[in-house]
């Protein structure tokens, strides 16, 4: 799963590197920003939501109490009631999107791009319904441990993009289209890819679709009643993300674009290790709830926490070491300028911290729901949206878009606190000392590895030289080997076990032996 995650987000940065060169980070690019902000927020909310919140627990359950034949219904019950609400709520979309477009936009600083914000919109929209039957998939492939296909289908999605922006974007003004709709018109292959993707090994897994909609089902009501709730559980992060991008057209031209470059490099190492654990630990955590109770959870918990610790700081503290590089490496190239550079990693910068609650909430939230406790993490994401908008209202009055990063972080790390102080007291802890002290430990070595870097790409810039492309890579590379030498050197000296063994597991799977199906 964790190289097929790789493959999904590798291809995702290769997508933002094409636009950014295309495109930039200018009005166009702010257009569809704000208009894959609604289809994009639904579907991280059903991929990282109702779908490990709500329908990930119950179709295990029917495949742990009641047989295969019960489960593959409930899948089937299940697509057809999300293709039948999201196919409504796409017509309604469709039929209200200048409205839609004007609401979630200033108006003031935004009035020019209305127009076509509201016409990307109308592209983008099917993307719901066809993401809402690709995550259901992925939730029936998880549910029966095979993680590989579900984990590798996103990166069709990004390779329909970066095609799209190579074949379809260059005969879009022949066709009377904006170029920057040819990438809209991608985004809507991509969740067909998405689907095609997973079907066989459904089918191959014993599923056989069939057309019913039964919402008397007792399965279908505990899905649907859980939904609701779960996805209001699970989406601070992704309703600040929404907050953030409303408040960013307030500011200046290409300001909602460079947050949105920064968020996906922070979330780069979530997609590639947080969502894996996570993804990994969902399953075991619903069926330990009904056979094994509150040891079990505790256990896989307390160790799912600690590996999450010994990846997310880390890469919290290389992240923040060198964002100007990284951001450089990566995004600076044809209409992506040196200043845009500089504005997405100043916002990297402060969304960094924020990598380690976004990593968190990924295990404690789907917990809850694994309970059937769907009260508790609504009330604490209720909590969460309304600090993160109290807090970028403030520090963006003081630190402008910037201040819509750092807000975010820190609503990421109240909403994780908040999760796992009542996950503990409900289960009887979570193996907190050993999870502090594991914290403690990688917090030290991951400052001494961030030194390191830091001072290793001064260096290297100086010596190698910091002009071409290629002397940029080579300085931020051996920087990044710098940093990971020194990080290994100290968590051995530390007696860190977690590291060693999040290592090994990562080298084995590297190696091709250790892959899930």
Not at 276 to 298: D, I, N, Y
Not at 388 to 417: D, E, F, K, P
Not at 455 to 479: C, H, K, P, S, Y
């Amino acid at each position: 799963m964790t190289i097929a995650t790789l493959l999904s987000r590798l291809l995702g940065m290769a997508r933002d590197i094409v636009l950014a060169a295309i495109f930039g980070a200018g009005a166009a690019m702010d257009a569809f920003v704000v208009a894959s902000r609604i289809p994009n927020l639904v579907r991280d909310l059903f991929a990282e939501g109702a779908m490990s919140a709500a329908f990930v627990p119950t179709f295990t359950r029917q495949l742990t109490q009641k047989g295969e034949a019960n489960a593959w219904r409930l899948g089937s019950n299940v697509i057809n009631a999300l293709i039948l609400v999201t196919g409504t709520l796409v017509v309604l979309g469709m039929i209200f999107a200048y409205p839609l477009a004007d609401f979630y936009t200033d108006d003031e600083q935004f009035a020019a791009n209305l127009d076509l914000t509201a016409r990307l919109t109308r592209w983008m929209l099917p993307f719901l319904t066809l993401v809402a039957v690709a995550v259901a998939q992925a939730g029936m492939l998880n549910s029966l441990r095979r993680f590989f296909v579900p984990a590798v289908s996103p990166a069709t999605y990004n390779v329909a993009l970066i095609l799209s922006a190579l074949v379809i974007v260059p005969f879009c003004p022949a066709l009377g289209l904006e170029p920057i709709e040819g990438i809209a018109i991608g985004s809507l292959l991509g969740g067909v890819l998405q689907i095609v993707t997973q079907w066989p090994a459904l089918h191959a897994a014993g599923f056989r679709y069939k057309p019913i909609l039964d919402f008397k089902d007792p399965a279908l009501r505990d899905v649907l009643l859980l939904m609701g709730p779960g996805t209001v559980g699970v989406a601070a992060g992704q309703i600040n993300l929404f907050v953030n991008t409303v408040l960013a057209t307030s500011q200046e031209v290409g300001a909602a674009t460079w947050l949105t470059y920064a968020f996906r490099l922070m979330y780069l190492p979530i997609g590639l290790f947080g969502v894996s654990v996570a993804t990994a630990a969902v399953p075991e955590l619903a069926r330990q709830a009904v056979e094994e109770g509150f040891a079990g959870m505790r256990r896989t918990l307390s160790s799912s926490l600690r590996l999450m610790l010994v990846l997310s700081v880390p890469a919290m503290a290389g992240l923040a070491a060198l964002a100007y590089p990284i951001t450089q490496v990566v995004l600076e190239r044809g209409e992506f300028t040196p200043a845009d550079t500089a504005a997405v990693s100043y916002a990297l910068l402060m969304y960094a911290p924020g990598l380690i609650g976004y990593s968190i909430v990924k295990i404690a939230s789907p917990s809850f729901y694994a309970l059937k406790d769907a009260r508790t993490p609504v009330m604490i994401s209720v909590v969460t949206v309304l600090s993160n908008v109290a807090l970028n209202l403030w520090l963006i009055r003081v630190m402008g878009y910037a201040g819509l990063a750092l807000g975010t972080a820190t609503a990421s790390l109240i909403n994780a606190s908040l999760l796992l102080t009542l996950l503990s007291r409900r289960i009887g802890g979570v193996d907190a000392p050993r999870v502090v002290l594991t914290f403690v430990k990688i917090g030290l070595a991951s400052a001494a590895m961030a030194a390191a870097a830091w001072f290793a790409q001064i260096e290297l810039a100086a010596t190698i030289g910091d002009v071409t492309f290629v002397q940029r890579a080579l300085a931020l590379g051996g920087a990044i080997a710098a940093g990971i030498l020194v990080l290994a050197a100290v968590a051995k000296l530390l007696r860190l076990s977690e590291f060693e063994e999040a290592m090994g597991t990562v080298l084995r799977r590297l190696k091709g032996g250790g892959a899930a199906r």
